[in-house]
């Protein structure tokens, strides 16, 4: 079968890269892809972004599954788009996207849910937003309501960095995130634990778990500097015991999937809930992402031993089945059921370390030719993100660039491996982490 993947991160480059291990697989697309992807000979870039013209492309090309990365994509309806013409494509509907693309929704279903989250407001009035923030003090949280790209929260530790935030982003020049023609912020308790991103696969009623996950959202070493989209990230997750796992999945991922669906908008596809583990192992979900994270789908994929596509199309299943009651002739349950199988993980931990651009993340610099890429390796996989392929260079295109990822016998031995690999790659101007894991090396616990 013919697989497309939406996207150009480091996250579709190891998703199509999983994908592409598939025996049932015979082509995998990702469009628009990266310089890696091009790289790669299992993977094929096609330069189409308009979410029709690849619907049309789609159709022609008989492709049997198609995967979306990023929200974007998801918050503009890819999903409708293809399921609307019969096309089998895994993810969530536009409606159900809101769960990311709309901070105010999603805070407005985990309450009626009573999904555990951090107490908030809304507001679309610059005054009384001020007025809320100097009554409640600092530390405390204020978020754009719509997608921004991670730009749209700060964590502000005293009321002048409230104040302002909330002028930033209520103001027209702002962030310029809008929901529905007006600006809006969602200002939040300040929460203090670990963090740690839990993720699964949904089919609408179904859910299975992927391995868990840490990332490391801060620019500089010791968690300082900007946030980011993510530095690296490593998996399996300490902080996870197996009771955080049961509690996370009986307090927020199942009290989800079944609040979609009782409210008219069955969630399938990836979902990602960004947790708050406090010191007294409380569980708050700090945000919903409808698609995996970048860069924690790189130390997750290399785990990943079961094979993708058959995650993915049992599913697809349910939609489809679905669709079989409305004239469509499909024969859906050649695939086993998503709640009947069982993911097999490597034991090894994974842990990905990225490389970011000159100036990243305010304004990163571009066309830095990339040096020492070494050959992909079963345990060493350099992801691409912002790179383009021009004859036989690589160039970066702009923010992350890489994501070295490896697989070793401890954490440690997988971190070792990766700035090994790293030290051989160069870039001007190259930024990256040399603590990524730390939290799980020093046995931290909240
Ligand atoms: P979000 O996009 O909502 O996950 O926010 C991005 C990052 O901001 C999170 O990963 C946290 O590090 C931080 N953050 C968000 N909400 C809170 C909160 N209520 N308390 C403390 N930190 C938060
Ligand atoms: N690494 C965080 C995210 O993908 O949202």
Same mark, same amino acid.
């Given at each position: 079968m013919?697989?497309?993947v939406?996207?150009s991160?480091g996250?579709e480059h190891a998703?199509?890269? =999983?994908?592409?291990q598939s025996?049932r @697989?015979?082509?995998?697309?990702?469009?628009?892809g990266?310089?890696?992807?091009a790289?790669d =000979?299992?993977l094929i870039?096609l330069p189409?972004t308009d979410?029709v013209q690849l619907r049309?492309w789609? &159709?022609?090309? /008989?492709?049997a599954?198609?995967v979306v $990365?990023?929200e974007?994509?998801?918050?503009?309806?890819?999903?409708?788009?293809?399921?609307?013409h019969h096309?089998r494509i895994?993810?969530?509907t536009?409606e159900a996207?809101?769960?990311e693309?709309s901070?105010?929704f999603?805070?407005?279903?985990?309450?009626?849910?009573?999904i555990p989250?951090?107490r908030y407001?809304?507001f679309? *009035?610059?005054?009384?937003?001020?007025e !809320?923030?100097k %009554?409640q003090g600092?530390?405390?949280?204020v978020k754009?309501?719509?997608l921004a790209?991670?730009k749209g929260?700060?964590v502000?530790m005293n009321?002048k960095?409230?104040?302002?935030?909330?002028? !930033?982003? #209520?103001?027209?020049?702002g962030t310029g995130? /809008?929901h529905?023609?007006?600006a809006?912020?969602?200002?939040?308790?300040?929460?203090e634990?670990?963090e740690?991103s839990?993720?699964?696969v949904?089919?609408?009623?179904n859910n299975?778990a992927?391995?868990?996950?840490?990332d490391h959202k801060?620019?500089?070493? %010791?968690? &300082? $500097?900007?946030?980011t989209?993510?530095?690296?990230a490593?998996s399996?997750?300490?902080v996870v015991?197996? /009771?955080?796992?049961a509690?996370?999945?009986?307090e927020?991922?199942v009290?989800?999937l079944k609040?979609m669906?009782? *409210?008219g908008i069955?969630?399938?596809?990836?979902?990602y809930? $960004? #947790?708050?583990?406090?010191?007294?192992?409380e569980? =708050?979900?700090?945000?919903?992402?409808?698609?995996?994270?970048?860069?924690?789908?790189q130390?997750?994929?290399?785990?990943?031993?079961t094979?993708?596509?058959?995650?993915?199309?049992?599913?697809?299943q349910s &939609?489809l089945?679905a669709?079989?009651s409305?004239?469509?002739?499909?024969?859906?349950s050649?695939?086993?059921?998503?709640?009947v199988l069982e993911?097999?993980?490597?034991?090894?931990?994974a842990?990905g370390?990225v490389?970011?651009a000159?100036?990243?993340p &305010?304004?990163p610099?571009?066309g830095?030719?990339i040096?020492?890429?070494?050959?992909?390796?079963?345990?060493?996989?350099v992801?691409?993100?912002?790179?383009?392929k021009e004859g036989l260079d690589?160039k970066?295109t702009?923010?992350?660039?890489?994501?070295?990822t490896?697989?070793g016998?401890?954490?440690k031995?997988a971190?070792q491996l990766? !700035?090994v690999?790293i030290?051989?790659?160069?870039?001007e101007g190259a930024q990256?982490r040399?603590?990524i894991g730390?939290?799980?090396? /020093?046995g931290?616990r @909240?």
């Amino acid at each position: 079968m013919k697989i497309l993947v939406i996207g150009s991160g480091g996250r579709e480059h190891a998703l199509a890269w =999983k994908l592409s291990q598939s025996k049932r @697989v015979q082509s995998v697309f990702v469009a628009p892809g990266n310089g890696g992807t091009a790289r790669d =000979k299992n993977l094929i870039n096609l330069p189409i972004t308009d979410i029709v013209q690849l619907r049309e492309w789609a &159709q022609k090309e /008989q492709i049997a599954l198609t995967v979306v $990365g990023p929200e974007a994509p998801l918050a503009e309806g890819v999903v409708d788009e293809f399921r609307a013409h019969h096309l089998r494509i895994f993810g969530p509907t536009r409606e159900a996207a809101q769960l990311e693309s709309s901070k105010a929704f999603s805070k407005a279903f985990m309450v009626r849910h009573s999904i555990p989250t951090a107490r908030y407001e809304s507001f679309t *009035d610059v005054r009384a937003a001020h007025e !809320y923030v100097k %009554n409640q003090g600092a530390p405390i949280v204020v978020k754009a309501d719509g997608l921004a790209a991670g730009k749209g929260v700060v964590v502000a530790m005293n009321l002048k960095e409230a104040h302002d935030a909330i002028d !930033y982003m #209520l103001s027209g020049e702002g962030t310029g995130v /809008q929901h529905n023609g007006q600006a809006r912020v969602v200002i939040e308790e300040f929460l203090e634990g670990e963090e740690a991103s839990f993720i699964v696969v949904s089919d609408g009623i179904n859910n299975v778990a992927l391995a868990t996950c840490q990332d490391h959202k801060r620019l500089k070493d %010791n968690d &300082q $500097g900007p946030n980011t989209g993510g530095m690296g990230a490593y998996s399996p997750a300490p902080v996870v015991t197996p /009771q955080i796992h049961a509690k996370t999945m009986r307090e927020i991922i199942v009290p989800t999937l079944k609040g979609m669906a009782k *409210d008219g908008i069955p969630y399938s596809g990836f979902l990602y809930a $960004g #947790l708050m583990i406090t010191k007294t192992g409380e569980i =708050k979900c700090l945000e919903f992402n409808c698609r995996l994270g970048d860069p924690e789908t790189q130390p997750i994929m290399m785990r990943l031993k079961t094979d993708l596509v058959e995650v993915l199309m049992s599913a697809t299943q349910s &939609q489809l089945n679905a669709k079989t009651s409305s004239g469509t002739t499909e024969v859906a349950s050649v695939w086993p059921r998503l709640d009947v199988l069982e993911l097999d993980w490597d034991r090894r931990p994974a842990l990905g370390v990225v490389m970011a651009a000159a100036g990243y993340p &305010q304004s990163p610099r571009k066309g830095d030719v990339i040096n020492g890429l070494p050959p992909d390796r079963e345990d060493v996989m350099v992801f691409h993100a912002g790179t383009s392929k021009e004859g036989l260079d690589f160039k970066t295109t702009g923010g992350r660039v890489l994501c070295v990822t490896a697989l070793g016998g401890t954490l440690k031995m997988a971190q070792q491996l990766a !700035y090994v690999a790293i030290d051989e790659i160069h870039f001007e101007g190259a930024q990256y982490r040399r603590d990524i894991g730390f939290r799980a090396l /020093q046995g931290a616990r @909240v």
